[in-house]
């Protein structure tokens, strides 16, 4: 009967190859019978390659030239697995125990059962795996990790920690999870099989198998959270049926069993931990960390908590929750061990931990804002008066710092302007060198003349040429003896973009939907409208103005009208913002370009790399545009519209070959002439 139920199937078969595999699968009366049983009812359970005992005879069978297809799970597509009956398939047995998931009585979560209580209710592998006795560390009755053994006591999963090694993929010492022939390799570093993804085609390890083939987790975690109107009820569902991307039935009209459900919101999601989904257990996890020690929160951090729970990306959140620097130093403040200040944020041995959440704090109104780039130039320039030898010129050094340099910063600073540090510590650092230069040679301010100044340019760096703020300084205090000139550097043209690449790379950044808003947007102001860099991260979003379908920007003194398709890009900007903001960002803010750190904008630096990367260099784009511009418009209108200085405005307007101002002049001396 097993060998005609064969010969059925592939009648390419011959007797001899059919003896041959029935030959080599049984090895006894039993496994005869079994192989009987599961093909009494026809060729079928050939093809489902179920149960064990089917699975071998049709690898023995393809081992002799079969074209009976390869034994393949049929909910997960994995293959080389022995499979189970079910339903008429074939299944692997993980897959089986998720057909026969049912609800855990301890967690509620919907898991395979892996054992049962005495009253029979089921217990999920997590439940259910270790036994639970007494810490030895913690005194606490939960899920033993590490057995009693050699006079130590018994660590539960919370107390254990696995041993430090040199991990031989990156070279730190970290925690040892995995012994690769004898080598200890991190979490990090822990080897998992790569393959490209059904969905997104990339190489990388495979969260599930579904009948199209692995897919990633990204690609996991999209389909699960993708909502849409079932194609059966019409309802607003989980789309689970067929399975990936085109979806169009919910479980109940697939005839599935049901989704898990948030035992918090309800809702049908991937649930997290506890029953709970990914934003709810934010929530649980944020209200733990800020709750004090009285048992409620404090009202200054209640802010906090709402942007943390509401971050747009509560995967990331619920990361620095649980492992971030920062998030350990807010719970020191929420349980009153650090006092909620900027004092105790400076002296915080972990600075880049308490720089971060002090954005946090102050974004969220929980301390007063104060400007960091002129804080830390605070500090930098106590520093460096410090490590001056010469009293005068310590005193010097430290007067034109405080009262010039520190004054002009925090003037512009509560202007509102985007502020930056690095020409404030340049002009400190070359009045150091200098006054390092004339100690040197047993000299003072006062005895510098032009020849030396001069001989000490030539020595110094390029930076020390913007040693006249100090000298103008100097001399206004009459440090110095008479007028000292610094030579101006001579200006250096750069290269401008050809016309036509500029406008082909804008026409590309218009209408590709693949690149990210944020580099479209910020390309075209550059190629467009001669944009710096500074200047555009500082962009606020009341600066878009919709009057109508007509969009305008706000740069200068006049709203600039952006034509279509740049204004439709402008206003999603606006009322999107960007998809990736750090964590603990407040739900609305002011910026059109925000940036990874709370309530501040994307730096110049970091979005110049961006557009590098899209083969967009900013300098020689921004050239190109303002020579453009400046041929076509008069100066004085090109400064009230892009917000530039006049002198700056006159000399793009001379680059660019448009300057009448001596046609202007002739004509007036011509005119003169002929009166006289």
């Given at each position: 009967?097993?060998?005609?139920?064969?010969?059925e199937?592939?009648?390419?078969?011959?007797?001899?190859?059919?003896?041959?595999?029935?030959?080599?699968?049984?090895?006894?009366?039993?496994?005869?019978?079994?192989?009987?049983?599961?093909?009494?009812?026809?060729?079928?359970?050939?093809?489902?390659?179920?149960?064990?005992?089917?699975?071998?005879?049709?690898?023995?069978?393809?081992?002799?030239g079969?074209?009976?297809?390869?034994?393949r799970?049929?909910?997960?597509?994995?293959?080389?697995?022995?499979?189970?009956?079910?339903?008429?398939?074939?299944?692997?047995?993980?897959c089986?125990?998720?057909?026969l998931?049912?609800?855990?009585?301890?967690?509620?979560?919907?898991?395979?059962?892996?054992?049962?209580?005495?009253?029979?209710?089921?217990?999920?592998?997590?439940?259910?795996?270790?036994?639970?006795?007494?810490?030895?560390?913690?005194?606490?009755?939960?899920?033993?990790?590490?057995?009693?053994?050699?006079?130590?006591?018994?660590?539960?999963?919370?107390?254990?920690?696995?041993?430090?090694?040199t991990?031989?993929?990156?070279?730190?010492?970290?925690?040892?999870?995995?012994?690769?022939?004898?080598?200890?390799?991190?979490?990090?570093?822990?080897?998992?099989?790569?393959?490209p993804?059904?969905?997104?085609?990339?190489?990388?390890?495979?969260?599930?198998?579904?009948?199209?083939?692995?897919v990633?987790?990204?690609?996991y975690?999209?389909?699960?959270?993708?909502r849409?109107?079932?194609?059966?009820?019409?309802?607003?569902?989980?789309?689970?049926?067929?399975?990936?991307?085109?979806?169009?039935?919910?479980?109940?009209?697939?005839?599935?069993p049901?989704?898990a459900?948030?035992?918090?919101?309800?809702?049908?999601?991937?649930?997290?931990?506890?029953?709970l989904?990914?934003?709810?257990?934010?929530?649980?996890?944020?209200?733990?960390?800020l709750?004090?020690?009285?048992?409620?929160?404090?009202?200054?951090?209640?802010?906090?908590?709402?942007?943390?729970?509401?971050?747009?990306?509560?995967?990331?959140?619920?990361?620095?929750l649980?492992?971030?620097k920062g998030?350990?130093?807010?719970a020191?403040?929420?349980?009153?061990?650090?006092?909620?200040?900027?004092?105790?944020?400076?002296?915080?041995?972990r600075?880049?931990?308490?720089?971060?959440?002090?954005?946090?704090?102050?974004?969220?109104?929980?301390?007063?804002?104060?400007?960091?780039?002129?804080?830390?130039?605070?500090?930098?320039?106590?520093?460096?008066?410090?490590?001056?030898?010469?009293?005068?010129?310590?005193?010097?050094?430290?007067?034109?710092?405080?009262?010039?340099?520190?004054?002009?910063?925090?003037?512009?600073?509560?202007?509102?302007?985007?502020?930056?540090?690095?020409?404030?510590?340049?002009?400190v650092?070359?009045?150091?060198?200098?006054?390092?230069?004339?100690?040197?040679?047993?000299?003072?301010?006062?005895?510098?003349?032009?020849?030396?100044?001069?001989?000490?340019?030539?020595?110094s760096?390029?930076?020390?040429?913007?040693?006249?703020?100090?000298?103008?300084?100097?001399?206004?205090?009459?440090?110095?003896?008479?007028?000292?000139?610094?030579?101006?550097?001579?200006?250096?043209?750069?290269?401008?973009?050809?016309?036509?690449?500029?406008?082909?790379?804008?026409?590309?950044?218009?209408?590709?939907?693949?690149?990210?808003?944020?580099?479209?947007?910020?390309?075209?102001?550059?190629?467009?409208?001669?944009?710096?860099?500074?200047?555009?991260?500082a962009?606020?979003?009341?600066?878009?103005?919709?009057?109508?379908?007509?969009?305008?920007?706000?740069?200068?003194?006049?709203?600039?009208p952006?034509?279509?398709?740049?204004?439709?890009?402008?206003?999603?900007?606006?009322?999107?913002?960007?998809?990736?903001?750090?964590?603990g960002?407040?739900?609305?803010?002011?910026?059109?370009?925000?940036?990874?750190?709370?309530?501040?904008?994307?730096?110049?630096?970091?979005?110049?790399?961006?557009l590098?990367?899209?083969?967009?260099?900013?300098?020689?784009?921004?050239?190109?545009?303002?020579?453009?511009?400046?041929?076509?418009?008069?100066?004085a209108?090109?400064?009230?519209?892009?917000?530039?200085?006049?002198?700056?405005?006159?000399?793009?307007?001379?680059?660019?070959?448009?300057?009448?101002?001596?046609?202007?002049?002739?004509?007036?001396?011509?005119?003169?002439?002929?009166?006289?």
């Open positions: 009967m097993v060998a005609a139920r064969v010969a199937a592939d009648p390419g078969l011959s007797a001899e190859q059919i003896s041959g595999a029935v030959e080599a699968t049984v090895t006894g009366p039993a496994v005869l019978r079994d192989l009987a049983a599961a093909l009494a009812d026809g060729p079928g359970a050939l093809r489902a390659g179920a149960p064990v005992v089917v699975g071998r005879l049709v690898a023995e069978l393809r081992a002799r079969s074209q009976l297809p390869e034994p799970c049929a909910a997960c597509g994995r293959t080389s697995r022995p499979l189970v009956r079910s339903g008429g398939k074939g299944v692997c047995p993980r089986r125990s998720y057909e998931a049912e609800a855990c009585a301890a967690c509620g979560e919907r898991r395979p059962v892996i054992s049962r209580g005495p009253d029979g209710s089921p217990r999920c592998w997590r439940c259910s795996g270790r036994p639970h006795r007494r810490c030895g560390t913690c005194e606490q009755e939960r899920p033993i990790a590490k057995r009693a053994r050699d006079g130590e006591p018994d660590i539960c999963d919370r107390c254990f920690k696995p041993p430090v090694a991990c031989t993929g990156c070279g730190r010492r970290k925690p040892c999870y995995f012994v690769a022939a004898g080598r200890p390799v991190c979490a990090s570093c822990s080897p998992r099989r790569t393959e993804c059904a969905h997104c085609g990339a190489e990388r390890p495979p969260c599930a198998r579904w009948p199209e083939g692995p990633c987790e990204l690609c975690r999209a389909a699960l959270g993708r849409g109107s079932c194609a059966g009820c019409g309802e607003q569902r989980r789309l689970v049926s067929p399975p990936g991307p085109a979806a169009k039935l919910c479980c109940d009209c697939a005839r599935v049901p989704l459900r948030c035992r918090g919101c309800g809702v049908e999601e991937r649930l997290y931990r506890h029953g989904c990914a934003r709810c257990a934010l929530a649980e996890r944020a209200g733990e960390l709750t004090g020690p009285a048992g409620f929160m404090s009202p200054r951090l209640v802010p906090v908590y709402e942007a943390l729970v509401a971050a747009r990306q509560p995967y990331s959140a619920l990361n620095w649980r492992s971030g998030a350990a130093v807010l020191d403040m929420a349980a009153n061990k650090l006092a909620l200040s900027h004092e105790a944020l400076d002296a915080h041995p600075r880049s931990a308490a720089e971060y959440l002090r954005h946090v704090l102050v974004a969220n109104g929980a301390l007063p804002g104060r400007n960091e780039h002129v804080a830390r130039l605070e500090r930098w320039v106590r520093d460096r008066v410090a490590g001056i030898k010469r009293p005068e010129h310590r005193r010097m050094v430290n007067t034109y710092a405080t009262w010039v340099v520190l004054r002009r910063l925090r003037r512009r600073a509560d202007a509102g302007e985007v502020v930056h540090s690095n020409l404030a510590k340049t002009r650092n070359a009045a150091v060198h200098l006054l390092a230069w004339l100690a040197e040679r047993g000299q003072g301010l006062a005895e510098l003349d032009q020849a030396g100044l001069e001989r000490w340019l030539e020595e760096c390029p930076s020390d040429g913007e040693i006249g703020d100090f000298l103008s300084w100097a001399a206004r205090h009459r440090y110095t003896t008479g007028a000292l000139e610094v030579p101006r550097r001579r200006r250096e043209e750069g290269e401008a973009l050809d016309d036509d690449a500029r406008w082909e790379i804008a026409r590309r950044l218009l209408r590709d939907e693949g690149l990210e808003l944020t580099d479209r947007v910020a390309g075209c102001l550059v190629l467009l409208y001669g944009q710096q860099l500074s200047r555009i991260v962009i606020l979003t009341d600066q878009v103005v919709t009057d109508g379908e007509e969009v305008q920007l706000r740069l200068g003194r006049d709203c600039l952006l034509p279509e398709p740049l204004g439709s890009l402008v206003t999603r900007l606006a009322a999107a913002g960007r998809r990736y903001v750090g964590v960002t407040p739900v609305s803010t002011p910026w059109l370009f925000p940036g990874l750190l709370p309530g501040r904008p994307l730096s110049g630096r970091h979005l110049g790399q961006r590098r990367a899209l083969g967009i260099d900013p300098r020689p784009g921004r050239r190109s545009a303002m020579v453009h511009l400046a041929a076509r418009m008069p100066a209108v090109l400064a009230d519209m892009l917000n530039l200085h006049p002198v700056t405005a006159v000399h793009w307007a001379r680059a660019a070959g448009g300057d009448w101002s001596t046609y202007a002049a002739m004509i007036a001396r011509d005119h003169n002439r002929e009166r006289y």
